[in-house]
């Protein structure tokens, strides 16, 4: 996996399967969520942004884990793919973190009654994992020379993923003696299957889709980054070589 | 032999905290200026918002801390900044010393300069938001380990960053996220010894992170102070 040509060929034949796959369960897991699931008991039909909120907050903390598994694997072996890797995971995993604080103040609006509640820790540390992603883009965005953004981008992120737990607590702790109003919480952990498989559905069609996504991605930066080699232009040039 | 073969760790360590702290005695500017920042700020925020002394011992222990945040965001881009800009970088980095110990004598060295006087200087602000002479004893152990931590920290985000002009907005960028939780315990012990509860847990807290910062940051830095001169 670790040729750059090699990861090419094998990302372009994965990318309609983690596609189709993707998209058939996210449509089957929306409908059957939207439609056929039973509205909760305490939360009425408002509990169905879980459908898109749940996998978008999942992903966006599997990718900065992807990132960091990233980070490492490409300081210690020195695997140039690995870099490629995390330029294409970021934005998405950014856009995924925007999306779960945007579904969840969505979702707050009819359930605490303010679009904001500084009283959820999972709120709070999902803001500071924008701002981790952000920094992150920035830091990329502001040095030129690719072999130094992309080592010293790695140790931001790797530093950033050994901070992530401490944050976390650190805002569960502050948000415990933060006087917030008594949050509704969902019926426990006995959901309803009808409720639970579309939701299993959305997580693994939203991962795949995720997945594809990252490859087309990576595969652009790719092929950016071995613009110059022989194998690149014949591949993208053909016979006019 | 070599002379500076000879040179043991220790002696390699003071030199390096020693030249730092010269340096930062010789440039006063660079000391005064965040430390004048930091109480010219604090004593404005009284007349943007109700100064009433129930208010001000509320909000005080907040607008301390994000303002010992702030200031201390404007001295990082000295730490290495400087050294990288005559060349002094490339002789440290050269140097049969191990970097991280180096790096270590001078975030000790950025710490005497910038959160030691913002230390010194805390009580008066203490005073001025209206806290209690025990309070302030707090703020201090407070800051005595938040300031450390917010060196250590700091100083991978100036390391990241020396190739690039002008980093300064960058590096808050990317070290604000980490130095929230020194954020909220700092803030929060203050204010709940105010409230009258247990405060020692805090203070607990933010050494334990002290010493984990320790841990990481200076070969953090070292191995991207390595990095970004090459």
């Given at each position: ?20 796959s ?39 903390m ?29 934005p ?23 679009w904001?509640?500084w ?27 690719l ?86 232009k ?8 | ?27 006063p500017?660079q ?15 009284p007349?943007a918002?109700?100064?009433?002394k ?29 050294d ?16 991280p ?7 000790c ?64 960028l ?42 990481f ?14």
């Open positions: 996996m670790s040729s750059p040509r090699y990861f090419y060929s094998i990302a372009t034949s994965l990318i309609p399967w983690f596609l189709v993707g998209l058939i369960l996210m449509v089957a897991g929306l409908i059957n969520g939207l439609f056929y699931a039973p509205p909760d008991y305490q939360q009425g039909d408002a509990f169905r942004i879980i459908y898109v909120h749940v996998p978008s907050a999942y992903i966006s599997m990718a900065y884990s992807l990132m960091a598994f990233a980070a490492f694997v490409a300081l210690i072996w020195r695997i140039k793919i690995a870099h490629a890797v995390i330029v294409g995971a970021a998405l995993g950014a856009w995924f973190t925007f999306l779960a604080l945007l579904t969840g103040s969505i979702w707050g609006r009819p359930m605490w009654g303010t904001w509640e009283g959820d820790p999972r709120l709070t540390s999902e803001l500071l994992m924008l701002f981790l992603y952000l920094g992150y883009m920035a830091l990329r965005a502001s040095l030129p020379n072999a130094q953004a992309d080592k010293l981008s790695a140790i931001l992120i790797l530093i950033g993923a050994i901070n992530i737990p401490i944050i976390h607590f650190s805002v569960e702790w502050w948000t415990s003696l933060h006087q917030g109003p008594t949050l509704l919480k969902a019926g426990g952990p006995a959901i309803d299957s009808l409720m639970l498989y579309p939701l299993l559905a959305m997580i693994i069609g939203t991962t795949l889709y995720f997945g594809s996504l990252l490859l087309v991605r990576t595969k652009a930066e790719v092929l950016n980054r071995e613009k110059n080699s022989r194998w690149a014949k591949m993208l040039l053909g016979d006019q070589l | 032999m070599n002379k500076s073969n000879n040179i043991s760790l220790l002696s390699g360590f003071n030199a390096m905290f020693r030249r730092d702290c010269l340096h930062c005695i010789k440039n500017s000391l005064l200026n965040p430390l004048i920042f930091f109480v010219m700020i604090t004593a404005a925020f007349f918002v109700d100064s009433s129930s208010q001000l011992t509320q909000i005080g222990p907040g607008i301390i801390w994000i303002m010992a945040i702030l200031s201390y965001l404007l001295t990082l881009q000295h730490l290495y900044l400087d990288a800009d005559d060349g002094c970088l490339d002789y440290i980095i050269l140097s049969p010393q191990p970097l110990l180096l790096v270590l004598a001078k975030i060295a950025h710490w005497i300069s910038s959160g030691l006087p913002l230390i010194i200087v805390s009580p008066i602000i203490g005073i001025i938001y209206q806290m209690q002479v025990d309070t302030i004893l707090v703020m201090i152990a407070t800051l005595f380990f938040g300031t450390f931590a917010l060196s250590l920290i700091g100083s991978i985000g100036a390391s990241l960053t020396i190739s690039i002009n002008n980093s300064n907005i960058l590096v808050s990317l070290v604000l996220p980490i130095m929230i939780p020194i954020l909220i315990f700092g803030a929060r012990t203050i204010g709940l010894y105010q409230a009258g509860t247990t405060t020692i847990s805090g203070l607990y807290f933010m050494s334990a992170y002290c010493m984990f910062a320790l841990s940051s200076p070969f953090a830095s070292a191995a991207a102070l390595k990095i970004g001169s090459e």
